[in-house]
C-alpha cells in the first residue's frame, strides 16, 4: 500500500486551497473527488463573491474555481483522482476509495476532510415527488449542463442560496411564482433580495409548503400561512400550480466519515449539523485528521477558502515541513477568516463555534 | 428543456450521444451526465422507492442523497446525477435495493 504525506477529501474551495499552501511547502499531496471535475459547488456559481481580495471578491465562482484549479493541476507534487469516492477511513489513516471499478487503499500521513455539505430537505406531505429539488441541484442542471428544471418554479426558503438561485433561474428564462418564507423576515442579504423584488417577484413572509401534489411529478403546492410559532393557520390553504419546487432550507455538514474514523462530532444546529470537533489547527480528535470548509460548519465559499489556506499550513507544520512564509500567511488567512465572520450572519457561526468548545474536556 | 440563451454561460453546440432508456433509443449531448440527459427528455421519474414503488427524481444532483440511482449496463445504484453519459450506456428505471452478486 502507497503512502503519501496528505491526502485531500474533496476537491471544493477548501481543498483546492489547501492543497495550494500544502504544495508550496513541499508536501506530497493526493485530492480524491467523488465528482468528475474539481472545483466543488464552484463550478456552478455564476454569481460574483463578496469580501475583500483574498476571497477572491467581484469574482464569479466558475472562474475562482478555474483559477483555483490552474494554480495546483500540474504540479509534480500532486495526483488527483476524480469520479473516485472514499468508502472508508480508518484510524490508522488508511483510506479506502473507489472508483466505480475498483476498490483500492491509500495510507496518509495527514488528511484534510473537505467534504462539503448537502442539502437539508422539508417535511411535508409529497415531498419525494420527482420535480422536487434542493437549489444547488437546480444550479447544477441549469449552470453546468445547460438543463432547465421546468417552465416555472416555486422557492421555498429566502436565505442567500434561495435569492440567488431564483436571480439563476431568471436569468435563464425560468419564470419564477414566489419565495416562500417561512420566518417573519428575508433570510438572505438585503441586495439579493432587493434585486429579486425589483424583477417582480414577491417573497412571501410567515409561509410554508403544506403539501405537494401530482402523481407521478409535480403539478402544483399547497402553502400555507404560519402564526409566530410557526403553527399553520388552518383555513389560509392556497394552491399554486408549479413545474418544479426548489427547497433552500439549509444545508449539512458531511460529517460521516469523520464519525467513521471516530471522531468526536456534536450536534451544533448554528453550524448545520452534526460538526467533529477541532483544536485551533483543523484537526479533529483523532490524531492527523484535519478538516476545513462546509464539513466543519456550514458558511459561506469564501470562509472555506480561508479555512482551506489554514489547514494546509497547519498539516505542512505538523510534518515539519513548514511553509517558507508560514507565519505571515497563517496571521494573514486567520485575520481574514475573523473579519469575514464580523457580520451579522458571521455571528451565528460565532456562537455554534463556542457551542462546539463546550465540554470538551469530557473528550 | 436547455437552455439556448444566457447572460453569462455559453452552452456551445455538442455532440450527440445516443443511448438506451427503458430499451428505447434516445439521445443526449457530451457533457451531460445519464441524469440530466434523461431530464432535458423530460423524463423526471428515474427510480422507485424500494417498499411504496414511488416515483423518485433527484434531488440532490451532486451524488449525496442517493434518489437517483439507476441499473446502467447492469449495475444498479449507479448515481446517474454524477455518471457521465456515454454512448450505447443501457441505463434503466431502478425498482429495488439493486442485486451486485
Known sequence: MRTVELVIVGGGPAGLCAAKLALEAGLEVVIIDRADKLGGQLI????????????????????????????????????IFTSTTVVGLYPDLVLT????????????????IATGASEKVLAFENSDLPGIYGAGAVQTLMNLYGVLPGKEV?????????????????????????????????????????KIRRLGIPIITNT????????????????????????????????IKTDALCLSVGLSPLHQLLSMVGAQVKYISELGGFVARVNDNFE?????????????????????????????????????????EQ????????????LLRKGPFGLKTKIGIEKLKVGESNA | ??????????????KKV?????????????????????????????????????????????????????VVNGVPNVKTCITPLEPEMVVFRQEDKGVLI
Not at chain 1, 465559499?301 to 505542512?316: D, I, K, N, P, R
Not at chain 1, 507565519?327 to 475573523?338: A, F, P, R, W
Not at chain 2, 421519474?45 to 411504496?52: D, N, P, R, V
Open chain 2, 1 to 14: 428543456m436547455r437552455i439556448t440563451k444566457h447572460p453569462i454561460l455559453v452552452f456551445p453546440e455538442k
Open chain 1, 154 to 194: 416555486l422557492m421555498v426558503g429566502s436565505g442567500n442560496i434561495g435569492l440567488i438561485v431564483t436571480y439563476q433561474l431568471l436569468q435563464a428564462g425560468v419564470k419564477v411564482k414566489a419565495i416562500l418564507e417561512a420566518g417573519s423576515t428575508i433570510g438572505g442579504y438585503k441586495v439579493h433580495a432587493a
Open chain 1, 208 to 239: 410554508t409548503v403544506s403539501k405537494a401534489l401530482g402523481t407521478s411529478k409535480i403539478e402544483a403546492v399547497e402553502i400555507v400561512k404560519l402564526d409566530e410559532n410557526w403553527n399553520k393557520i388552518s383555513g389560509s390553504e392556497e394552491i
Open chain 1, 97 to 112: 476509495i473507489y472508483d466505480q471499478k475498483k476498490y483500492q487503499k491509500i495510507k496518509a500521513k495527514r488528511v484534510i
Open chain 1, 284 to 324: 479533529s480528535t483523532v490524531k492527523g485528521v484535519y478538516v476545513a470548509g462546509d464539513a466543519v460548519g456550514i458558511e459561506e465559499a469564501s470562509a472555506a477558502m480561508m479555512e482551506g489556506y489554514l489547514s494546509g499550513l497547519h498539516v505542512a507544520d505538523s510534518l515539519n515541513k513548514p511553509h517558507p
Open chain 1, 44 to 79: 456552478k456559481q455564476t454569481h460574483k463573491f463578496f469580501g475583500s481580495k483574498a476571497q477572491y471578491a467581484k469574482m464569479r465562482g466558475i472562474d475562482i474555481a478555474k483559477l483555483l484549479i490552474n494554480e495546483i493541476e500540474n504540479h509534480q507534487n500532486l495526483e
Open chain 1, 327 to 338: 507565519e505571515n500567511l497563517l496571521k494573514y488567512y486567520q485575520d481574514e477568516l475573523e
Open chain 2, 18 to 70: 445516443e443511448f438506451i432508456f427503458e430499451g428505447k433509443k434516445v439521445s443526449g449531448y457530451e457533457g451531460d451526465t445519464i441524469a440530466s440527459a434523461l431530464h432535458a427528455l423530460g423524463i423526471m421519474t428515474l427510480s422507485y422507492s424500494i417498499k411504496a414503488k414511488r416515483p423518485r427524481g433527484f434531488y440532490c444532483a451532486i451524488g449525496n442523497c442517493s434518489a437517483c440511482q439507476m
